[in-house]
Structure formats: structure tokens, C-alpha cells
Nanobody, 123 residues
Framework: QVQLVESGGGLVQPGGSLRLSCAAS????????IGWFRQAPGKEREGVSC????????WYGDSVKGRFTISRDNAKNTVYLQMNSLKPEDTAVYYC????????????????WGKGTLVTVSS
């Protein structure tokens, strides 16, 4: 069974950091681009970041450029999202998703996604 499980969310103060993980089971992440998107209460979904399957190319949404870093460890079948300098507006449920490539993943190019992990940035 194909499954993606996000973890690492929590409550953090503004300016703090969190690292989210996206672990796959039932398939190998190696063959997929992996994207992160988020949804805040009452707001539209927003593409956050993506990492390609082949050459490690990355994509970031404008609101997170310079603060977030995506990486993958294929040996662990896991993709990470390092989030630094967090702001209250980063508060959302974060989801990871498989895609065929980062050039076309957002907003309609995702295949599977997990149940999400909640990130709350507040003092």
C-alpha cells in the first residue's frame, strides 16, 4: 500500500526552526519528485517546495525562499523540509506529495499525499 507519512510539526516561536520529514512506505521515493504544500485555516493551498527525483533540482515558493530547504535521503526513503526563521504566517498543515517532476507538480501534478503535520508558529 502506497503511503506517505509526514512528521516533525509542532509549536515553535517566531524565528525558530523545525524539520519536517516525509517517509514513504510501500514504494521507493527514488523515482518520484516530492513536493511539500501547506494549507492554513480558511486559506487556499500553497505550494512550498519540491525536489526532483533525478538531479536534485529544487523549487521554492516565493514566501519561503531563503528560509526553507528541501532535501532527500533515498537510503532512508525520506524527504525533509528544514524550516528556519519561521513566521506566524507559516502556520499551516504541511503535506508532502509525489509528483512526476517539479516543473509541473503545482498545483495539479501531484499523485499521492499524506495526512499532513501541523506547524504552529506563535509566541
Amino acid at each position: 500500500q502506497v503511503q506517505l507519512v509526514e512528521s516533525g510539526g509542532g509549536l515553535v516561536q517566531p524565528g525558530g526552526s523545525l524539520r519536517l520529514s516525509c517517509a514513504a512506505s510501500g514504494f521507493k521515493l527514488d523515482y518520484y519528485a516530492i513536493g511539500w504544500f501547506r494549507q492554513a485555516p480558511g486559506k487556499e493551498r500553497e505550494g512550498v517546495s519540491c525536489i526532483s527525483s533525478s538531479n536534485g533540482n529544487t523549487w521554492y515558493g516565493d514566501s519561503v525562499k531563503g528560509r526553507f530547504t528541501i532535501s532527500r535521503d533515498n537510503a532512508k526513503n525520506t524527504v525533509y523540509l528544514q524550516m528556519n526563521s519561521l513566521k506566524p504566517e507559516d502556520t499551516a498543515v504541511y503535506y508532502c506529495a509525489t509528483a512526476k517532476g517539479c516543473g509541473s507538480w503545482w498545483p495539479d501534478g501531484m499523485d499521492y499525499w499524506g495526512k499532513g503535520t501541523l506547524v504552529t508558529v506563535s509566541s
